[in-house]
């Protein structure tokens, strides 16, 4: 992390880069950490963004963020292999959140509702035996709170079979979209017609046990607060 | 398209490349067109990994598919910049659904299920007019299906304002997972843990009106039929 950027972190301010700057009119561009925690924390999907074989891919894994280092980490083999390839490359880390339709009276003001932010870096693997661990136990926790200390910790073994990317939390765009369509005001106002916002809405069902599982085994608490009525990615 | 590649179509099958082909064991992955198709359908949002600036990024944004043509329409002017750079570029259209997530009795064997599309091709930027309104009509029906017909079609000034691309169905990646956790054969079935599958929802909340829309403008039948009830991304 470069001194102005560390300076920008500590005052609560992403850093702007060339690839960071906001270009467009109609999202709204943040710069405060907070926005971007936040996205981070509603989520535990996310696209990585990476060259394999030169070809750009898009990659759906899941990740979680230490949030005391700054430090995210993202799970899979696909990003991994890219790394063996190019060791120094940047990749982009994407959590995105589609709040809603935008339906405007006019096709061309029709948008989507959305939080997202793109994390960019050169990743590092997770080779260190504790840091696995540890970088396992963030990604599980950040999927299931409560999860890690029910489930069996990973084994030696099992471990060296994990693929774990580290990602500095230093560079991010963050950008949302929100409230109602924007045509209101002009002459499509006068069209007569409806115009609003259809929220989408993402959350866990009641759980389903595997049918593997013998009789008297209880829904543990920490996995019936996640749904319905738990919080969604 | 190959003569195999389109002969792989025609028989249902899509063509299998060196990226296409499925490495891991644990995910399923499947040469179906109708699979693909089902994944695209069942969506609205993509990310589009594409390189800009030398930097790989995963961008989110919506899309649509011309299923008798086969071509993918994504909406966005970072695609754009990228295209203006590098205009033989391949890029990669991914479409996810989260289904759930797979809570096993070790943290190992933890997962996700899902559908994914990984589209691969080089895409073509719409600039003839008449395509421009054929793939913006397929995108916001892919949204809001009946929202073409109800909303003010966009004049000749916004079109041009308005950034698409096209992309050949032709080399796709489609990978599932599905099904409950996979440990409760072997020693940790013996542990005594809940595991199981908590779904995850994604559906269409109940209209909300712009705050300037005139009183006695009804909701239309084809938003109301989005949501609550209807599908979701």
Redesign the interface.
Request: charged share 20%; net charge negative; with cysteine.
């Given at each position: 992390m470069s001194f102005q950027e560390q300076n920008q972190q500590q005052s609560g301010q992403l850093a702007v880069t060339?690839?960071t700057r906001h270009?467009?009119l109609r999202e709204q561009g943040s710069t405060e950490v907070a926005d971007l925690d936040a996205i981070l924390r509603a989520g535990f999907?996310c696209?990585?963004?990476?060259?394999?074989?030169g070809?750009?891919?898009?990659?759906?894994t899941?990740y979680g963020v230490d949030f005391a280092t700054r430090t995210l980490y993202v799970h899979g083999?696909v990003a991994s292999r890219s790394l063996v390839q190019a060791p120094d490359?940047?990749?982009?880390?994407?959590v995105?959140h589609?709040d809603?339709?935008v339906?405007?009276?006019?096709?061309?003001e029709?948008g989507?509702n959305?939080r997202?932010a793109?994390v960019?870096g050169v990743p590092r693997p997770v080779t260190d035996g504790d840091e696995l661990l540890h970088g396992?136990q963030i990604v599980?926790e950040n999927?299931?709170p409560g999860?890690?200390e029910?489930?069996?910790?990973?084994?030696r073994k099992?471990l060296a079979?994990?693929a774990l990317l580290a990602l500095t939390l230093e560079e991010a765009s963050v950008k949302t979209a929100s409230g109602?369509?924007q045509d209101?005001?002009g002459p499509?106002?006068e069209?007569?017609?409806?115009?609003?916002?259809?929220?989408?809405?993402?959350?866990?069902?009641?759980?389903?046990?595997?049918?593997?599982?013998?009789a008297g085994?209880?829904?543990?608490p920490h996995?019936a607060a996640?749904?319905p009525g738990g919080s969604?990615?």
């Amino acid at each position: 992390m470069s001194f102005q950027e560390q300076n920008q972190q500590q005052s609560g301010q992403l850093a702007v880069t060339g690839r960071t700057r906001h270009r467009r009119l109609r999202e709204q561009g943040s710069t405060e950490v907070a926005d971007l925690d936040a996205i981070l924390r509603a989520g535990f999907v996310c696209h990585l963004g990476v060259v394999v074989d030169g070809t750009p891919m898009a990659v759906p894994t899941v990740y979680g963020v230490d949030f005391a280092t700054r430090t995210l980490y993202v799970h899979g083999s696909v990003a991994s292999r890219s790394l063996v390839q190019a060791p120094d490359s940047t990749v982009c880390v994407t959590v995105t959140h589609i709040d809603g339709l935008v339906l405007a009276r006019s096709v061309f003001e029709h948008g989507v509702n959305y939080r997202s932010a793109m994390v960019y870096g050169v990743p590092r693997p997770v080779t260190d035996g504790d840091e696995l661990l540890h970088g396992l136990q963030i990604v599980t926790e950040n999927c299931a709170p409560g999860q890690w200390e029910y489930a069996r910790e990973p084994s030696r073994k099992e471990l060296a079979a994990t693929a774990l990317l580290a990602l500095t939390l230093e560079e991010a765009s963050v950008k949302t979209a929100s409230g109602p369509p924007q045509d209101g005001d002009g002459p499509d106002g006068e069209l007569g017609l409806w115009a609003g916002v259809v929220p989408l809405r993402t959350y866990f069902g009641a759980p389903e046990p595997d049918p593997a599982l013998p009789a008297g085994i209880a829904l543990p608490p920490h996995v019936a607060a996640l749904g319905p009525g738990g919080s969604g990615s």
